[in-house]
């Protein structure tokens, strides 16, 4: 009988990503013991976790952070990955000294075709001129690891994620969803606002809030994942206040489209008029009176606010 897969959340800060990346990389490469570099925002040569005896030689691991911060002025994990972060942290690692035998881009966004493709054509050219292996570990693997390594899975819910009761779950959900609402669309002024821009960041945050799947803007890969939004949440407070959080961000949205399929708002060159002053006012009270509910819920979670 084959084994059944367990799939994990994401670590929802930095030094949690950082620090199972240092224990991953200690069992998948069986060495007792690899060095977290230096500490977020100093310069580390394209290197955050390091081997140096390992049984592929010296390993480098360069954690991919997020431009968004946590309640601790600390950068998030993960993010895809793209071809011009790939060849800058490269760059950045062939300084590191002493040299690497193998370098890893670590990030907890979902496997990508074209990355790992272009990855691998990078780690041809390396071997070929005598310098370090190059690989990407995507949240793919890691889930990979914590279900081949018991150790590592028993540390990882203990020190990383500490899910023990309802309320833990309930807190990586709001955790989620306050990120998904951390963005210029819901607090910028609406006349500086693109409105197709706008509704993307509007469908996008009603995406986190229903699901609890947050995608990049660009890239469209879903980047932080707390599975069953805010119909998943335990205490019965939260749930409603959430609820109606997601009946208040569809009546924007709704109010945005309308607005331009009837002509009360329109596109002018990046930004958007709106003519008329009900609409404009709907709109901003929306979007107020969410964060507005969204704050309130993070202080009776103790939280911090938005």
């Not at 998030?76 to 800058?88: A, D």
Request: glycine residues 6%; charged residues 30%.
């Amino acid at each position: 009988m084959g084994q059944v897969s367990q799939h994990f959340q994401p670590p929802l800060y930095w030094q949690q990503f950082e620090d199972l990346t240092q224990a991953a990389v200690e069992w998948v490469y069986d060495c007792p013991h690899a060095d977290k570099i230096g500490r977020p925002g100093q310069a580390q040569s394209g290197v955050d976790v390091h081997a140096g005896r390992t049984r592929a030689g010296a390993v480098g691991v360069q954690c991919k952070r997020l431009d968004d911060l946590d309640e601790n002025n600390q950068p998030l994990p993960g993010g895809p990955i793209t071809r011009k972060i790939l060849f800058e942290e490269v760059d950045k690692a062939r300084q590191f000294m002493p040299e690497l035998d193998l370098w890893i881009l670590a990030t907890t966004a979902k496997r990508d075709a074209r990355i790992q493709k272009i990855a691998r054509e990078l780690d041809a050219k390396h071997r070929k001129a005598g310098l370090f292996e190059v690989k990407l570990w995507f949240w793919d693997d890691y889930v990979a690891f914590l279900n081949c390594y018991s150790d590592l899975q028993r540390g990882y819910y203990a020190d990383v994620v500490q899910l023990r009761a309802p309320r833990d779950q309930d807190l990586v959900i709001l955790e989620t969803i306050a990120t998904a609402f951390h963005r210029p669309a819901l607090r910028d002024s609406l006349h500086v606002e693109q409105p197709d821009d706008l509704l993307v960041a509007l469908r996008d945050t009603l995406k986190a809030l229903r699901t609890g799947q947050l995608v990049d803007r660009q890239s469209r890969h879903v980047i932080r994942k707390a599975v069953g939004g805010w119909r998943a949440l335990h205490d019965p407070l939260w749930r409603s206040r959430l609820q109606v959080i997601d009946e208040t961000l569809d009546r924007t949205r709704q109010g945005l489209i309308e607005g331009l399929q009837d002509g009360r708002l329109d596109r002018s060159g990046q930004f958007m008029v709106i003519r008329d002053p009900s609409l404009r006012n709907d709109l901003e009270q929306g979007r107020r009176e969410c964060l507005r509910q969204l704050n309130d819920v993070l202080s009776l979670a103790g939280l911090s606010r938005i």
